[in-house]
């Protein structure tokens, strides 16, 4: 014969088990019905520092496709490099707001600015950068055009800039620009003419 | 007596006969140092003793060249130019996705295919360089380009920014090292700048004379610096927002004629200038 306290315990835990079991069921419905962050939006860079400077940027408009100078205010580093990146950097902010006029990815972001030689300027760029690009001729030509036109006019003595994809060459933009070759600064000035609102 | 008048008659009657046979043989003699062909003779003999006669009076049964009139050659007519159209991208590459249901492939080979007719119109010779929805690398639509040797080479590219028509030419900044007959394969493009610039400048004048919105720019884009003959790159884009106006009939057709027009002006003003 069953003993009564181990038939009471056994009848316990079974119930135990019962209540668990629905228990998780419920928690895995809730958490794939929730909302999943698929991939880390926001910025990964560490925040500018140093004396806030006014300076130009060249930002792109897709819908008339064009690029216009504009001034804004940003902290920049004394150092040559870190001067190049925080350039970038602010520009960035402004093509992954909200109100953007050429919207690219909430990730995108520079990885870094090299100055490899006197007259050279390697950018690095994320992949999200890549991702997020509007593909085509024009589209691609302002995302360049910006980039490099802005270093062009606040680091003096470059002369070619070559564009990387975390780390690595590649070899268009988003399907059409080249990013095999060197982009000169002389030739970037004659677009950027081209691009420039008619009068 | 009778004897002696008989005598003198065989006689006469000989001298006579070998008078008329050496007369006979002299006259043969010289008949065959003038060359006239005999009957009975072999007709290769007489041929090949008189040459110049036969040629001056050919018998008009004979297909003897006539060697007093140089011969006329007839004058080829002057080549049609060639006009080579790519239709950027193609297979599992896509390009850009212009909307959930238009690819830019499927629009550059649409309009590709209106080009080559409103050319074939015009009296010029296009050829697509793909034809099917192909997977092609810009360098083989470069090679395949070269080896054809066109009077213009066109890439046909489409977005969904309204930022106007562009007609793009190479960002070539200088031209890279050369060989002799061997040309930097990156900048081969770079002598044939000013046909490309030429070439931009007429489809850019087309357009705007169709009332459209077309702007003249360079591009780093590829294959256009491998190319070694004039070149340049069309990106159609929308007149407003509505990106389904790329993949309209009447829409390709407009751009079509337009660009037809330029490439038909800047052929003949090469020409002329040849």
Same mark, same amino acid.
């Given at each position: 014969?069953?003993?009564?306290?181990?038939?009471?315990?056994?009848?316990?835990?079974?119930?135990?088990?019962?209540? %668990?079991?629905?228990?998780?069921?419920?928690?895995?419905?809730?958490?794939?019905?929730?909302?999943?962050?698929?991939?880390?939006?926001?910025?990964?860079?560490?925040?500018?520092?140093?004396?806030?400077?006014?300076?130009?940027?060249?930002?792109?408009?897709?819908?008339?496709?064009?690029?216009?100078?504009?001034?804004?205010?940003?902290?920049?580093?004394?150092?040559?490099? =870190?001067?190049?990146?925080?350039?970038?950097?602010?520009?960035?902010?402004?093509?992954?707001?909200?109100?953007?006029?050429?919207? $690219?990815?909430?990730?995108?972001?520079?990885?870094?600015?090299?100055?490899?030689?006197?007259?050279?300027?390697?950018?690095?760029?994320?992949?999200?950068?890549?991702?997020? =690009?509007?593909?085509?001729?024009?589209?691609?030509?302002?995302?360049?055009?910006?980039?490099?036109?802005?270093?062009?006019?606040? %680091?003096?003595?470059?002369?070619?800039?070559?564009?990387?994809?975390?780390?690595?060459?590649?070899?268009?933009?988003?399907?059409?620009?080249?990013?095999?070759?060197?982009?000169?600064?002389?030739?970037?000035?004659?677009?950027?003419?081209?691009?420039?609102?008619?009068? | 007596?009778?004897?002696?008048?008989?005598?003198?008659?065989?006689?006469?009657?000989?001298? =006579?006969?070998?008078?008329?046979?050496?007369?006979? $043989?002299?006259?043969?003699?010289?008949?065959?140092?003038?060359?006239?062909?005999?009957?009975?003779?072999?007709?290769?003999?007489?041929?090949?003793?008189?040459?110049?006669?036969?040629?001056?009076?050919?018998?008009?049964?004979?297909?003897?060249?006539?060697?007093? $009139?140089?011969?006329?050659?007839?004058?080829?007519?002057?080549?049609?130019?060639?006009?080579?159209?790519?239709?950027?991208?193609?297979?599992?590459?896509?390009?850009?996705?212009?909307?959930?249901?238009?690819?830019?492939?499927?629009?550059?080979?649409?309009?590709?295919?209106?080009?080559?007719?409103?050319?074939?119109?015009?009296?010029?010779?296009?050829?697509?360089?793909?034809?099917?929805?192909?997977?092609?690398?810009?360098?083989?639509?470069?090679?395949?380009?070269?080896?054809?040797?066109?009077?213009?080479?066109?890439?046909?590219?489409?977005?969904?920014?309204?930022?106007?028509?562009?007609?793009?030419?190479? %960002?070539?900044?200088?031209?890279?090292?050369?060989?002799?007959?061997?040309?930097?394969?990156?900048?081969?493009?770079?002598?044939?700048?000013?046909?490309?610039?030429?070439?931009? =400048?007429?489809?850019?004048?087309? %357009?705007?004379?169709?009332?459209?919105?077309?702007?003249?720019?360079?591009?780093?884009?590829?294959?256009?610096?491998?190319?070694?003959?004039?070149?340049?790159?069309?990106?159609?884009?929308?007149?407003?927002?509505?990106?389904?106006?790329?993949?309209?009939?009447?829409?390709?057709?407009?751009?079509?004629?337009?660009?037809?027009?330029?490439?038909?002006?800047?052929?003949?003003?090469?020409?002329?200038?040849?």
């Amino acid at each position: 014969m069953i003993p009564r306290q181990f038939l009471i315990t056994v009848t316990l835990l079974f119930a135990l088990t019962i209540a %668990m079991s629905v228990y998780v069921w419920q928690l895995r419905r809730r958490e794939i019905r929730a909302p999943r962050l698929t991939e880390k939006t926001e910025h990964v860079a560490p925040p500018m520092s140093g004396a806030v400077e006014q300076v130009t940027v060249y930002v792109a408009y897709d819908s008339p496709g064009e690029l216009r100078a504009q001034s804004i205010s940003i902290p920049l580093a004394a150092g040559r490099q =870190q001067r190049a990146e925080g350039l970038l950097r602010g520009l960035m902010r402004i093509y992954t707001a909200k109100d953007s006029t050429h919207p $690219l990815a909430p990730g995108a972001e520079i990885r870094g600015v090299f100055l490899v030689d006197p007259g050279l300027a390697v950018i690095d760029v994320n992949s999200a950068f890549v991702e997020g =690009q509007v593909s085509g001729v024009l589209p691609e030509e302002l995302t360049i055009a910006s980039l490099v036109q802005t270093l062009a006019t606040n %680091m003096p003595g470059l002369t070619r800039v070559k564009i990387l994809v975390d780390g690595k060459e590649q070899e268009t933009l988003a399907g059409h620009a080249d990013l095999t070759a060197f982009y000169d600064l002389q030739q970037i000035a004659e677009l950027v003419k081209g691009l420039s609102p008619q009068q | 007596m009778l004897w002696n008048s008989a005598s003198r008659r065989v006689k006469v009657s000989l001298y =006579q006969g070998a008078a008329s046979a050496g007369a006979l $043989l002299f006259a043969l003699a010289v008949i065959a140092a003038q060359g006239v062909p005999l009957s009975g003779a072999p007709q290769g003999q007489a041929q090949s003793a008189t040459p110049t006669l036969q040629s001056s009076q050919p018998s008009p049964n004979q297909a003897v060249p006539d060697q007093t $009139l140089p011969p006329v050659q007839p004058v080829p007519a002057p080549p049609k130019p060639l006009v080579m159209i790519d239709p950027a991208h193609g297979g599992s590459e896509s390009g850009a996705v212009l909307n959930p249901t238009i690819l830019e492939k499927d629009v550059t080979l649409a309009l590709a295919r209106r080009l080559r007719i409103d050319l074939g119109a015009r009296g010029f010779v296009a050829e697509l360089v793909r034809d099917s929805d192909v997977n092609l690398s810009t360098d083989d639509r470069a090679a395949k380009t070269n080896a054809a040797h066109p009077a213009l080479y066109v890439c046909l590219h489409a977005t969904s920014e309204s930022g106007g028509i562009g007609i793009y030419t190479p %960002m070539l900044a200088e031209s890279g090292e050369t060989s002799g007959p061997f040309v930097d394969w990156n900048t081969a493009q770079f002598s044939f700048l000013p046909a490309s610039r030429a070439a931009q =400048q007429e489809i850019a004048g087309a %357009m705007q004379k169709s009332g459209m919105l077309a702007r003249s720019l360079t591009a780093a884009l590829r294959p256009l610096g491998n190319v070694t003959n004039a070149a340049v790159a069309v990106e159609l884009a929308p007149t407003k927002a509505d990106v389904s106006q790329l993949s309209a009939a009447d829409f390709q057709q407009n751009i079509s004629a337009a660009l037809a027009n330029g490439i038909a002006q800047f052929l003949s003003t090469s020409r002329a200038l040849r």
